[in-house]
């Protein structure tokens, strides 16, 4: 029987987090409910995760990227709470790292989780760069999955020191793309790859910009599309030519569409 309310979706936040109100927005402007905890909290009460339908790791630097991005937050979850987060993936719902989060999920090993290993067998790495980057990106998607349907194609800013994404051999490589984990591209404003510096603006192999788990319920990329969400967030505004409907809220729609398929939800208020 289908029930009338919107899907929850908890944005977990921890010391250096700086992204969560951003991405909680976002997914209320895309029909969830979201609710926003420091990880303190839920790890005092984790059967939290068993209420919701969704799990968010925003960017930010998460306890200050000691010990490397995403390690300390990272081990939390996967000593505390990974085997709640997996059911909660396994029940439908979605799991969705943004930049810091996207090495968040690396650490815990829920990405890529290819052929259901735990195994670390990709990395963010420093820049190519060698520094800090913070631009415009174009990013398209090359498979369908919870967040986006393959031809997507959507606009936002990068802003990281190492999000350049790596695997531990070629054959690792070939091994996502054959699975279709290889999710979202960064591409030219033309919409071609390879995308050279600065359109890919870390120097990620193949263009990588996000990856998913085998089911496509579990995503991680490194850029921000919760930071285009208004007219006046684009580079273009000021010039006359920002799209009047932004494309950073897409993926957002998408994975409240697939929650509600998947947990039978009827929007709130129908």
């Known amino acids: 029987m289908s029930r009338s309310r919107k899907p929850r979706v908890l944005v977990l936040r921890a010391p250096g987090t700086n992204c969560e109100r951003e991405t909680a927005f976002a997914f209320a402007a895309a029909g969830a409910e979201p609710v926003t905890l420091h990880v303190n909290v839920l790890l005092d009460k984790p059967k939290t995760l068993d209420t919701l339908e969704g799990l968010v790791l925003p960017g930010g630097f998460s306890f200050g990227d000691d010990l490397g991005a995403g390690t300390v937050f990272g081990a939390l979850l996967r000593t505390r709470l990974l085997p709640r987060i997996r059911r909660l993936v396994d029940r439908g719902g979605i799991v969705l790292g943004i930049c810091n989060g996207f090495q968040v999920l690396v650490k815990t090993g829920l990405l890529p989780a290819l052929e259901g290993s735990e195994e670390q067998s990709v990395a963010l790495a420093a820049n190519v760069s060698n520094r800090y980057e913070d631009r415009w990106v174009t990013l398209e998607a090359v498979s369908d999955n919870a967040f986006f349907s393959r031809g997507d194609r959507i606009d936002c800013p990068v802003a990281h020191g190492e999000g350049r994404f790596l695997a531990q051999d070629a054959a690792t490589l070939d091994m996502l793309e054959a699975a279709g984990q290889l999710a979202l591209k960064y591409v030219d404003p033309a919409g071609h790859v390879p995308a050279r510096y600065p ?72």
């Open 199 to 270: 359109f890919n603006p870390n120097g990620a192999a193949r263009d990588v910009a996000g990856i998913t788990d085998p089911t496509g319920r579990v995503l991680g990329l490194m850029p921000h599309p919760e930071r285009n969400q208004f007219p006046w967030q684009s580079p273009l505004f000021h010039a006359g030519l920002a799209p009047k409907t932004p494309d950073g809220l897409l993926p957002f729609k998408n994975a409240v569409r697939h929650l509600r398929r998947a947990f039978d939800l009827l929007p709130s208020g129908r």
